[in-house]
């Protein structure tokens, strides 16, 4: 099984959309969260980050995170054509050290 | 959010030839630093992993002879391929964190290498 387990999509919605984004790891070790939004050919964008269990909300995105399932999600509201991206989740055992990274979840708001 | 800077963002070289690709952390000092690379399509695989002042440490598989890492102070760290070859082509993106980013891991815009 590998550590981090994330549909690469591609996914495609209409301008408006809720979009659920979902990652799963194997490892309950890890107690890093994070949410990157890339687009074609730059560096990843850091979107959101968090350490425990719960909702962390920020404008149109929400990251959950279950450690009992191992299971965490980004939820965007109200999306954006500006919001078609690949999206990767990536995953550490504390901050500052090396992420795992999910193969990325592309996804295309049309409007 | 931090700045994380990385130069050049497109570079072509001759198989066989050396290349560097400086990542420099712009508003904060970088204790850690990480290389990337990133083929068309896939995830981010972690090349290594350098602390400054001391080597680096490369993941399985990473040779580090080929891929030299110099982190020598605490706002940058660049990365050497040396003797390149058209299998080296990919996107390298680097990633830095420090006590003044809460620990926090930002990219920089990464570096597009050609070998021809």
């Known amino acids: 099984q590998k550590e981090v387990e994330q549909d690469p999509g591609p996914l495609s919605v209409p301008e408006g959309a809720i979009v659920s984004l979902n990652c799963t790891y194997s490892n309950s070790a890890f107690q890093y969260f994070m949410w990157y939004r890339q687009y074609s050919r730059k560096g990843p964008e850091l979107l959101m980050y968090t350490y425990s269990s719960g909702n962390k909300e920020d404008g149109r995105f929400t990251a959950q995170v279950d450690k009992s399932s191992k299971y965490i999600s980004l939820f965007i509201r109200d999306s954006q054509p500006s919001d078609s991206a690949t999206y990767l989740c990536?995953?550490?055992?504390?901050?500052?050290?090396?992420?795992?990274f999910g193969k990325g979840t592309t996804l295309s708001v049309s409007s | 959010g931090a700045v994380v800077s990385q130069h050049p963002s497109w570079v072509i070289c001759k198989s066989g030839t050396s290349v560097k690709i400086e990542c420099r952390s712009l508003?904060?000092?970088?204790?850690?630093m990480f290389w990337y690379r990133q083929f068309p399509k896939q995830s981010l695989m972690l090349m290594a992993t350098?602390?400054?002042?001391?080597?680096?440490?490369?993941e399985q598989g990473v040779e580090k002879d080929k891929f030299l890492i110099n982190h020598a102070s605490l706002t940058l760290s660049t990365l050497t391929v040396t003797s390149a070859h058209p299998e080296d082509s990919s996107f390298y993106i680097c990633?830095?964190?420090?006590?003044?980013?809460?620990?926090?891991?930002?990219f920089g815009e990464g570096s597009w290498l050609t070998v021809v």
């Open positions: 508003d904060f000092q970088a204790t850690t």
């Open positions: 990536a995953i550490g055992p504390q901050a500052g050290t090396a992420l795992i």
């Open positions: 350098s602390n400054e002042g001391s080597k680096a440490t490369y």
């Open positions: 990633s830095a964190s420090g006590v003044f980013s809460g620990n926090t891991i930002y």
